[in-house]
Each structure stands twice: as C-alpha cells, then as structure tokens.
C-alpha cells in the first residue's frame, strides 16, 4: 500500500509541468504588482523577479535566467528599447514582450526591429497579457489585431504617408525626446529623465527639427504636442 502511494506521487511528479518563469521590468511599482499576482495565479506561470530600471534588469535576468522578459518603454535612464538591444547582444533568445502605454502604431514596428517577440498596449484587457506571453512562449509573435492588419497594408501598400511614417525617420532616442517634448518636458527634464546632458539633448531636438524640416523650437513643441504619441489616440 505504501509502496503504491509512493509510486503514484512519482508518477505525479514526474508529469507535472513547469511553471514558465516570467521577468518584469517597469517603473510603476504598482503595475508590477498587479502582474505578478495575475501571472502567479496560472499554472503554467510564475514571475521570478522584476526591476525598475535597465541596469539592474540586466543584472538581474542574468542570475534569474527567466524564460521570457516582460518590459515597459519608459524606464528611467536607459528605456525598455535600450533595454532590448543590450539584452540582444547577449541572451539572443531571450522572449521579450514590450508592455507599453505608448501608441502601437508607432512603437511597436520600432520594438520588433530591436527583436522583441511581441508588443501589446497597457489599455488592452489584463487576460491579453497571458495570451500575448503564452504565444510568445510557443514561438509566435504576439501584435494586436489592429497592428498586424496596419503592418500588412503597409507591406501591400509600400509603406504610408501618415504620422507613424514620418517619425519612423527619427531613431529611437530621437522619438524618445520628441515624446517627451510632447508630454511638456523642458530640456533640463528631459536630460534628468535620459540621464543625457542638455547639449546632447539639445543636439537632438536640433535632428528632430531636421528631419521634420521645423523651423523653430517653438514649432517643434506645437508639432509634438498635436501628435500626442504617448498613448493611444484612436
């Protein structure tokens, strides 16, 4: 009889699943709470650990080795795209869903250029977190509906003449100051939130006016106010 029963808990054992671990790197402490309670709770999910900020995500993910990264674009100091493209050089494999407030039609070509695996918006219902990491885990790319029919067009079209076009000309630190220009952010701000000096950012914000072809600063703040890339529009 005992023999059995200790049988049977090997035999249980030995088929039990294990649980995907699952990193979070976002500055909003109370977002990473609410995802690490809503993936603890799967089955098939656990998150190991989480972070704030790029560097000690790096350090992190190299003593936890999870089995996919959740991260967020806006980090303080080096953002989630920075992030990606050092995580790159060396976990190649690594899955990495971007989980962003900031508009997919214009971020999320950009994140699946740096190889993220998929790219899904904060306004989206929380259960589409779980799809978007368990379709990445299985191989795939996660986009909303809306963005891989925007991307398709765009491939059968040759590309478009709308906003997300013309700002695909900035690179991503570039799209990354014009943002925070549109959210209201001075240049000593924006030096204190990239970690940059204002001549660098000042540098930039002079690229921006170029390849927009602005004339001025103050119509580079009038053009980043109305485009209102931080968060979804329509």
């Given at each position: ?17 294990r649980r995907k ?35 000690a995500a790096m ?5 936890k080795r999870p ?168």
């Open positions: 009889m005992h023999s059995t029963s200790i049988a049977q808990t090997r035999s249980q054992g030995a088929t039990r699943v671990t699952v990193f979070v790197v976002d500055d909003h402490p109370l977002l990473r709470q609410g995802l690490a309670l809503m993936i603890n709770r799967e089955q098939d999910l656990v998150v190991c650990g989480e972070a704030e900020e790029a560097q350090k992190a993910i190299a003593a089995d996919i990264l959740i991260a967020d674009i806006s980090l303080n100091g080096p953002d989630g795209l920075d992030l990606l493209k050092n995580l790159r050089t060396l976990y190649p494999d690594l899955p990495v869903l971007i989980l962003s407030m900031h508009d997919e039609s214009i971020y999320a070509e950009r994140a699946l250029r740096a190889r993220a695996n998929g790219y899904i918006m904060k306004q989206e219902a929380t259960e589409k977190v779980l799809v978007a990491v368990r379709r990445i885990l299985s191989g795939d790319i996660y986009l909303s509906d809306r963005m891989a029919n925007k991307l398709l067009h765009q491939y059968i079209s040759g590309g478009s003449a709308d906003m997300s076009s013309r700002l695909s000309a900035l690179s991503d630190r570039e799209l990354e100051v014009f943002r925070l220009i549109g959210e209201g952010c001075g240049t000593r701000q924006i030096a204190e939130n990239l970690h940059l000096s204002m001549k660098t950012v000042e540098t930039y914000q002079a690229h921006i006016k170029d390849k927009l072809s602005l004339r001025s600063g103050r119509e580079l703040v009038q053009h980043a106010i109305q485009t209102k890339i931080s968060e979804k529009t329509s």
